[in-house]
């Protein structure tokens, strides 16, 4: 099974794919783990992908898809995956297809987080990450053991710069005015589903699980 989820930035992908990768072997594919990976190792890539993700802005297609597309081909291609936050244009979905079908390797499913603004901005303005190792935590819904450190590794934890409302808001209006493009061309092909990503993360893998027994 090779799947897509869709949703705006804090519908709670990241969390469902980590879910289904743990519990389902799928590979966990996510493109802003891929882009702050190049960002940090200061690839000539990630420097110009950190401009636009520090004003909130979407990195340019042409980046995404030459990021994404590596890490698809340097994987286990017989394992099913899942892509977390990408394709986010028309333009990516289509070349992605393209470039799958050469493989061999279409996506079968779709998974649209429909998710209100004020969930959003909950979750992002409490997220915090660790410097070292990445993982992900919330003041509210996911505390750290000990405030500011990192329950694996110890590392500290930070808000990333444009976790803010400000940013946060203009991040879902350009998300918002791409995704209908995206909802109706997978629609059309029969392989979109949609949960409500304002429900609790239990609640939301239990009806990922549903899906994925229908399918």
């Known amino acids: 099974m090779r799947m897509v989820l869709l949703g705006p930035p804090g519908a709670g992908k990241g969390t469902q794919a980590n879910m289904l990768s743990d519990r389902e072997q799928f590979e966990h594919l996510s493109t802003g783990d891929i882009l702050r990976e190049n960002v940090k190792e200061v690839t000539f890539i990630g420097k110009k992908a950190q401009s636009f993700m520090e004003k909130g802005e979407l990195v340019p297609d042409g980046m995404v898809i030459e990021m994404m597309l590596e890490k698809i081909n340097s994987g286990d291609k017989g394992r099913g995956f899942i892509l977390d936050g990408f394709p986010r244009t028309l333009y990516q979905a289509k070349k992605l297809d393209i470039e799958l079908d050469r493989l061999n390797l279409p996506i079968d499913l779709v ?48 808000l990333r710069k444009d976790d803010n409302k400000e940013t946060i808001e203009k991040r879902l209006e350009v998300y918002n005015t791409q995704t209908k493009e995206l909802i109706d061309y997978y629609g059309a092909k029969g392989i979109l589903k949609e949960v409500s990503g304002d429900l609790e993360a239990d609640k939301v893998y239990e009806k990922l699980k549903d899906i994925l027994k229908k399918e």
């Open 111 to 158: 998974i649209y987080f429909r998710t209100s603004i004020d969930t959003v901005i909950f979750r992002l303005t409490g997220r915090r990450l660790c410097k070292d190792c990445g993982a992900n935590y919330h003041i509210v819904n996911m505390p750290p053991r000990e405030k500011g450190l990192c329950d694996k590794c110890g590392g500290e934890l930070y």
